[in-house]
């Protein structure tokens, strides 16, 4: 049984309560903040569980480097609060479940690059860049294998998380690769910050695919033409569980020749693409993810961005559509430093 | 070579009719789990004249005709139960009028849906017609025949409402058309003469439909899908009930599946959505989500899954690979929208029992007036014990329907037998009137709908 | 009888003959199929062969000619790969190859086929010519034989013999000179590239002729080729690798679009030419080049292109490939495949109805006067009308 490790006193100490002063989706003071942590901390109902949107934010707002957001959800599941309506946590949770038998683990030599849940975007990882990775979960008859099960954290379900994680990174490290770098966030963010935080031994190692692609990049320096693009980024949920890496955003782009626009919901006022807000229980739920879309591509538009770049497919799956109508063309990370080096995007 | 053989020659040409084995083979054969029926001919005709000569020779000989269309029909309504000339219609694929601002289009019988809509995409992108989910090679006519429906089911009714004139070749020959068609070129409409439309629902057993005008409906710009889901099969009869009252849908399906595994004991509620601009599709959500089904979100009970999918074309035919064996085959049934849960409860059940993983779909016609219900069940065609466990399974779900009370759906024979047992005699009897009357000689497709 | 060791008796039972290989990309008509649209009987679609081969496979059916000829007039042009939405498709027209293979290897062949590929097991080549005048094509031409140039000029076998292919493959040569690409051809020495010979399952025969000519271009240190046919083409770059080749091939039109680029080949004008383009099964949808046919003719200053409504992956097949251009099991009807695609080229209103193949040359030209169109269209090959509006004399 694994449980969250989670510092009660640190947290108690904490002045600036940034996890729930800063969330910008609930209206909170730090007088308040300081009452619904402890009541969180004691385990006790607080409208912090009925309101959060499950964004993942505050893990990157605190600054004591405590795991705000898992206490979050690991509250909502004790108390039986769920997020979303029950059909859809079903759903969700039958979703993972592998059904079209064993994947065919071949050994890998040097490092391995984890599609997770996404091999139908296996196409994504082709060209120079890529040339001396190799891919792993490419069978999307297999891919549930190896789907790092993150997801459930929108569900209020870190017992399907704590269950199921063992036997996916079975499955990575069978590869027995030297290191293994993967195409979401999502998973790098499972094996660096949630598998420790919950005392999970992770039998690999973990490498941020814009960290890998940065070094790529480095190493393809002469082939680089700038592209000369003013670009925003959607910045996913899943990036705050790993805010170390986000530096790499600035560097590729720098690196590919672009610019980064200034726009308010940048860094760390990055809005959620709304996905996972879309279907909430929380009254009008629905027009309030249509509000922050709508106020996320409008900021994109009006700092003058010509594209926006995405690595998260549950980001681009929800945005990419709207974001085209507004004349923003939407584009993977990995395609936009593809066509740095004179390549095609996928 | 045989006087029949000699006379299709002369009236089709040497090039499409055969009595090749092979091709006898190939016709006697239905994509289900039908035992084959041969023919003794295969021919394809070009025109309805050719139709017309065809069938007066088949009353000369008293052969068989089994007229054909894309042959999709699963349940082996085009297979010659009695030997005789397998007439496929495919050749019969001409589109011949588009009426945009009136709405309608003439078609030859033997034209497929893809082609239809395919042509409407390019000559009259503000129109559609009603298509179906199977493969797109089902023809207009075949559909017909069947009383099928397709993706206007819910505001329109079944595809067979939707039409608005008909030419027909009776089993004697004589060809008639139906509607305001009979008095002239325009294929306007079909009322308000009396009532001859014979021929819908027979199985082309009271005659060959060679032409048809279809009804065409607005086609907006938009067209997406989103889908309402909900645990509790209880729930699907009044959020449909709530969803044909705000009346902004397309078409509407509740489907459970056992694979994948995320669609077991859930019940999908797909939602077609068209509108020409996007405040108009929100403005239809804010009716459907923010008003009608607010109360399942807020209570938990129902969620919408996915929002603003692109509209595909159905692959259908995947549901032949769930066994890696090629094959697939479905009860059609009519049924009230308030049976949904035990259709889907006794449904689940005969598939769980014969080891198939189950799927039950209802597709809402009409504004609720009924559910064309169907439950699929694949199989191993290279696999005698999965072919009868299928068939098997097929016959239970038959039996079911009709212990429900529902009215089986393009019924294969086993199913036409339980429904013309259960029908009232007068009605019996008023059909078998009327078949006699059309089919002096009993030529048409026999073996369907036949009352003793 | 059963056969018992058919390649793909596991899976050929998953057709359901649901009938989406007929379909062109945009479903517009069941007509794509080439062979079906011939015949309009169900024994003749994608499906209905695939019902057969497995039917005769399992004993349930015998052979005879009619079957036969229903599985030989496949002409592998994969639009049925391109439809099918099950996961057989990449195996459709190898599950016909293999029926065919089974055929070569009991005799029982339609006589038309057993003659193409006696006539390529005697003199290397269907046409059954002398293979000392596989080279004779070109003695006026005063082209030089490959001695260690970038390119090898592989012309094949209708280049080399069909009086109309020549034509394409001395405009070929005039370009290519023109360009100043460095190349040489084979002549006599040139053997059959095998690719038909493997589509109409003569294995055995088809990796003799491989690895001929695999160890006739080592041996000439051969290491990149253009070819004039496409069939040539999938050969050297699918099946090639399989035997030991080594060596890059690309289609000429590959080779000119990149001339054109580099401003080594300059752009003619055409004085307003009406022009419609065929994609060849082999050069489309087999080795998925669409652009550089159209980048080559677009090259062609005031050239229209008027496309027809089934272009590229939708294209349809002009009905003789995998053989069946000599074999002409499709002919002899106005809904021949070829004849449906003129009347489908006439469509557009464009002059000349260019491909970039020898064997869509030919079928289509014959195709082209059988329509009584040849008045209004000229079949040409996309060199011959570059070369046209270049000045440069055929």
Known sequence: ?346 | MDAVYRALVDIVGSDYVSVQPEDLFTYSKDLGTSEPGKPDYVAAPKTTGAVSRILKLANEHKTPVIPLGGGMSLAGLALPLKGGIILDLKRMDRILELNEKGRYVVVEAGASHGKLTSYLHKHAPRLMHSEPGAPPAATIGGNLAIHGQGDLAHPYGFNSDMIAGMEVVLPTGEICRIGSCAMGEKWYTLHPLPDLSLFLGWNGSTGIITKVSLKLYPCKKIREMDIFCVEDENLVPEILYELTHAGMAGDLVAMSSKLPPYSDRLHMISIALSEDSRQEMEFKRQILFDTHLAKYIREGTGGISMAGRDVERPMVSKASDWKKGGGFEYVGAILPVTDYPECYRRGAAISAAHDIPYTVLGRVIGAGHAMMFSWSYAFNRADEQSIAQARKALHETDDLVMELGGTIWKPAVYGQKLLLEKMDANTLQMMKKVKTMLDPNAIMNPGHWEVD | MRISDYQYADIIHRCFRCGYCKFPADWSDVTNCPAYARHRMESWSSGGRLWLIRAWVTGEIEWSPYLAEIVYACTACRNCVEKCPLPIADNIVNMVVAARSEMVERGLLPPAVRDVLTRVQQRGNPFGLPAKKRGEWAEDLRVEKFSGQDYLLYIGADGSYDSRAQQAATALVRLLEKAGVSFGILGKNEADDGNDVAFMGEEGLADYLMEQTIARFRELGVKQVITLSPHALYAFTAQYPRLGGDFQAYHYTQVLSGQLRTGALPTPQSGGLRVTYHDPCFLGRWSNEYKAPRKVLGAIGGLQLAEMERNRKSSLCCGGGSGNCYTDLLGGSEESPARIRIRQAAETGAGILATACPNCLVLLEDAVRAEGLDDKLDVRDICEVFCQASGIPL
């Open chain 1, 1 to 346: 049984m694994h449980t969250l490790h989670f510092d009660e006193n640190k947290c108690l100490a904490c002045e600036a309560r940034d996890c729930l002063t800063r969330c910008r989706y609930m209206n909170m003071d730090a007088q308040g903040a300081a009452a619904e942590l402890k009541k969180l901390i004691a385990g006790e109902d607080s409208p912090v569980l009925h309101d959060c949107i499950t964004c993942y934010a505050c893990e990157e707002y605190c600054p004591m480097g405590n795991h705000p957001f898992y206490l979050i959800v690991s509250r909502q599941e004790a108390l039986g609060i769920s997020p979303l309506p029950s059909p859809l946590v079903r759903q969700g949770i039958q979703m993972g479940i592998p059904f079209r038998g064993e994947p065919e683990i071949e050994k890998v030599d040097g490092l391995a690059l984890n599609m997770g849940v996404f091999s139908g975007l296996s196409h994504l990882i082709s060209g120079k860049l890529f040339e001396n990775v190799t891919p792993i979960s490419t069978d999307s008859r297999k891919m549930f294998h190896y789907f790092c099960q993150l997801m459930y954290l929108h569900y209020g379900k870190v017992s399907v998380i704590n269950e199921r994680l063992e036997g996916v990174m079975e499955a990575i490290s069978a590869h027995d690769a030297d290191a293994v770098v993967h195409f979401h966030d999502e998973c790098y963010g499972t094996y660096t910050s949630y598998a420790p935080a919950f005392g999970m031994a992770v039998p690999f190692k973990s490498i941020h695919l814009f960290e890998f692609l940065h070094d790529r990049l480095t190493e393809l320096a002469g082939e680089i033409h700038p592209l000369g693009f003013r670009v925003a980024y959607q910045r996913p949920c899943s990036s705050r569980l790993s805010p170390d890496k986000h530096v790499f955003v600035d560097k590729i782009f720098d690196m590919v020749g672009v610019e980064h626009v200034e726009r308010q919901y940048k860094n760390e006022e990055a809005l959620c693409c709304g996905s996972t807000i879309m279907p909430q229980k929380r009254p009008d739920s629905r027009r309030f993810c249509l509000d922050i879309q709508r106020e996320n591509i409008e900021d994109m538009k009006r700092a003058g961005a010509e594209l926006c770049i995405f690595n998260c497919p549950a980001c681009m799956q929800t945005l990419w559509k709207q974001i085209t109508e507004y004349g923003i063309m939407p584009i993977w990370m990995s395609d936009l430093c593809r066509m740095a080096i004179g390549e095609k995007p996928a």
